[in-house]
């Protein structure tokens, strides 16, 4: 199985703030990594696809780059609607799988 | 819009079946881009794939649930099926449905572009 593993677990940081997020596939996976925000209580939403494509719908301060085993998801300035826990998963062999998850707590 | 709607029963004895429907509404099982899968995600922790089926049957599992999975799909009734046997407390967990969104007609890579709103089944005598 393919490994994934986020970085950080958690970070707290203010309103307008740049937050970085990072993801490592135990091997190359391509560009076969999507990112998921889930809020508590709620069910995963889908933000971007392909490691860099925007999901329709979702706000354009979310950006995601990486190919081969790394990866990043950034908010370029955080909202109060961004707290939440974001989830890499890979698609490039079964059983997809996900990272242990990121976080992000507002200030 | 496409909705997806879990089903079924929040309480499970240990050793039973676990079997969860998800009903599709808005879209249609049928289509060509599409797998349909199962997620699970045990209470505090994070997401856990269990598999995907294609609307003409072909699935996907996890190899560490395969020997207790079936996931079959219904085309009549627009929603497909999870049977989880031989449950243990470990199995207690939300299960989400969702739609997969596949990038080719060669390959299974793609994500999961919609979601059901989760079930919590819980394993306990």
């Known amino acids: ?107 | 819009q496409l909705q997806l709607q879990e089903s079924g029963p929040g309480l499970v004895k240990p050793s039973e079946t676990l079997s969860l429907t998800c009903a599709v509404s808005g879209g249609s099982v049928s289509s060509n881009n599409y797998y349909w899968g199962w997620i699970r995600q045990p209470p505090g922790k994070g997401l856990e794939w269990i598999g995907n089926i294609y609307y003409s049957g072909g699935t996907y599992y996890d190899p560490s649930l395969k020997s207790r999975v079936t996931i079959s799909v219904d085309t009549s009734k627009n929603q497909f099926s999870l049977k989880l046997d031989s449950v243990t407390a470990a199995d207690t967990a939300v299960y989400y449905c969702a739609r997969h969104f596949r990038f080719s007609t060669v390959t299974p890579r793609g994500y999961f572009d919609y979601w059901g709103q989760g079930t919590l089944v819980t394993v306990s005598s």
Not at chain 1, 37 to 60: E, F, H, R
């Open chain 1, 1 to 107: 199985d393919i490994q994934m593993t986020q970085s950080p677990s958690s970070l707290s940081t203010s309103i307008g703030d740049r937050v970085t997020i990072t993801c490592r596939a135990s091997q190359t996976i391509n560009t076969y990594l999507n990112w998921y925000q889930q809020k508590p209580g709620a069910a995963p939403n889908l933000l971007i696809y392909g490691a860099s494509s925007l999901q329709s719908g979702v706000p354009s301060r979310f950006s995601g780059s990486g190919s081969g085993t790394d990866f990043t998801l950034t908010i370029s300035s955080l909202q109060p609607e961004d707290s939440a826990t974001y989830y890499c998963q890979q698609s490039y062999n079964t059983p997809w799988t996900f990272g242990q998850g990121t976080k992000v707590d507002i200030k």
